[in-house]
């Protein structure tokens, strides 16, 4: 964050040479210099590339309120907080003014009474890009008051006309002014609440209780929504979704390596989760989304992978602490565990009562024999199979550290086997390593190459 500006009153802004531009204009004027200069506008955001973005810029550069409409967990919320990085870093304020105006433009009775009367003098204060975006989640009980505003009686009550402007409770929209208005689940709002919010999107005004006060509001609205609330909870009325500029449907990532890139920046992993971990959940979450069992239109949001991942890190660290291990390293045995607490994200289709827990196992199972596949091609685990010949086996489980694992594996005669599923993985310690070849036995089970027993916490291979 850079220094706030050491200018202190309106003579000062003049002198500096500082010029006032609408928030559209701002904005669009920061997003065409974004992109002339190559800067990504949109960090943090990955899957929208060719998709979204390019359709939310064009929306912005045309000065258009937008709504996005996407099933739940398809980075909506995320997205509109990130056009705050499209403001001015600092923006000059009268100070003390209650709608956050600009100096060179008072557009409340109190503020031009000041202007006249204090010219020059008149103090400004600055406000970062951080505090012009407001967020609000609509809910069935929010108010006229809550987004516009109303009558205040207790200033009534100190002696004013219930017609004086100062008597007005200012409500978030026209404390917004002059910048972003982000409301999250639109059509939860009642309908006579969004027709409150007509004149504001579209004449700029607010009327309370009778009184229409003239006031050119400078803010864009931006909204999130989910299709099915069209018919399901609630619906945008007709007038105010015509009153937004740009309507532009999200989705789940496209690309494999941008779910990963979701779930490692939103995850937070008490422990070290390899990336094949994050790998699998995302392919997980992939197979779930095109699972006929699994109600897609409720979706399959990010934040089923990313609590899985969380999930899995907080295992590894559990066994860490009980076992005294010195890394914290995150396997297949804990991702199998994990899955049994994510089942409540997920809406199954009404016909699959009773079959949910054999829905998520065998998609988990096709999920790591991809992940298998992908980094152990063309590693020839002959050696390993054939030591695996019904005398000897490998046992690992929840509470097996990564060291006991290791020494209970069986020597492979100097093959380097070991050593080469390792180097696939790019393993650096024995947790990265007992990961990876716990990885490699899962991957021969599901090729049906060795048997697997499970019981009680604990995993036999042989």
């Given amino acids: 964050m850079s220094d706030r500006p050491d200018i202190f009153t309106v003579g000062e802004l003049r002198a500096a040479g500082?010029?006032?531009k609408d928030l559209r204009h701002e904005i669009r004027d920061n997003l065409l210099a974004a992109l002339a200069a190559g800067r990504d506008p949109w960090p943090g955001i990955y899957g929208f590339g060719r998709t979204v973005l390019p359709q939310l810029e064009r929306a912005l550069i045309a000065g258009h309120d937008v709504v996005l409409l996407g099933e739940r967990g398809q980075g909506k919320t995320r997205l509109m907080r990130t056009l705050a990085g499209l403001l001015d870093e600092w923006s000059p304020v009268i100070e003390g003014s209650e709608l956050?105006?600009?100096?060179?433009?008072p557009i409340t009775e109190q503020s031009r009474t000041r202007a006249v009367a204090e010219g020059d003098r008149m103090r400004v204060a600055?406000?970062?890009?951080?505090?012009?975006?407001i967020e609000k989640l609509a809910t069935p009980d929010t108010s006229v008051a809550d987004l516009i505003g109303d009558v205040d009686p207790m200033r009534v009550a100190?002696?004013?006309?219930?017609?004086?402007?100062?008597?007005?409770?200012?409500?978030?929209?026209?404390?917004?002014?002059?910048?972003?208005?982000?409301?999250?689940?639109?059509?939860?709002l009642a309908e006579r609440i969004q027709v409150a919010m007509l004149n504001v999107m579209e004449e700029r005004d607010i009327q309370i209780r009778g009184y229409v006060l003239r006031l050119p509001l400078d803010v864009l609205v931006v909204a999130s929504a989910n299709p099915e609330d069209y018919t399901n909870r609630g619906r945008i009325i007709t007038p105010l979704k015509d009153r937004f500029g740009a309507e532009i449907r999200t989705h789940y990532p496209i690309e494999l390596d941008d779910e990963v890139a979701v779930i490692a920046q939103e995850g937070r992993l008490v422990a070290d989760v390899p990336p094949v971990m994050l790998e699998i959940l995302a392919r997980y979450t992939r197979a779930l989304r095109q699972s006929p069992a699994i109600n897609q239109s409720s979706g399959v949001s990010a934040?089923?992978?990313?609590?899985?991942?969380?999930?899995?890190?907080?295992?590894?660290?559990?066994?860490a602490t009980v076992r005294g291990e010195d890394e914290a390293v995150a396997r297949?045995?804990?991702?199998e565990s994990a899955v049994e607490v994510?089942?409540?994200?997920?809406?199954?289709?009404?016909?699959?009562?009773?079959?949910?827990?054999?829905?998520?196992?065998?998609?988990?199972?096709?999920?790591t024999a991809e992940a298998v596949r992908v980094h152990y091609r063309g590693l020839d685990f002959g050696p390993l199979v054939a030591a695996l010949d019904g005398h000897l086996t490998v046992t690992t489980g929840e509470?097996?550290?990564?060291?006991?694992?290791?020494?209970?594996?069986?020597?492979?005669?100097?093959?380097?086997?070991?050593?080469?599923?390792?180097?696939?993985?790019d393993a650096k310690n024995d947790g990265q390593r007992a990961a990876a070849i716990e990885l490699a036995l899962e991957g021969l089970f599901l090729a049906r190459r060795i048997s697997k027993e499970s019981d009680g916490g604990e995993t036999i291979y042989g």
Wanted: hydrophobic share 35%; aromatic share 6%.
């Fill in 332 to 335: 297949i045995v804990d991702l």
């Fill in 126 to 133: 600055w406000r970062h890009r951080s505090e012009r975006y």
């Fill in 18 to 20: 500082h010029i006032d």
């Fill in 399 to 425: 509470q097996v550290t990564a060291r006991e694992f290791l020494e209970n594996l069986p020597s492979l005669d100097g093959s380097g086997l070991y050593e080469e599923i390792s180097g696939q993985l």
């Fill in 158 to 188: 100190e002696g004013r006309r219930l017609g004086d402007p100062e008597t007005i409770h200012y409500g978030l929209i026209p404390r917004a002014n002059r910048g972003i208005v982000g409301i999250n689940e639109l059509p939860d």
């Fill in 342 to 367: 994510l089942t409540g994200k997920l809406e199954f289709e009404s016909g699959e009562e009773g079959r949910e827990q054999a829905v998520l196992d065998h998609l988990l199972r096709m999920a």
């Fill in 100 to 105: 956050n105006e600009h100096p060179y433009e």
């Fill in 303 to 319: 934040r089923f992978a990313i609590a899985g991942a969380e999930t899995v890190a907080a295992a590894a660290l559990h066994r």
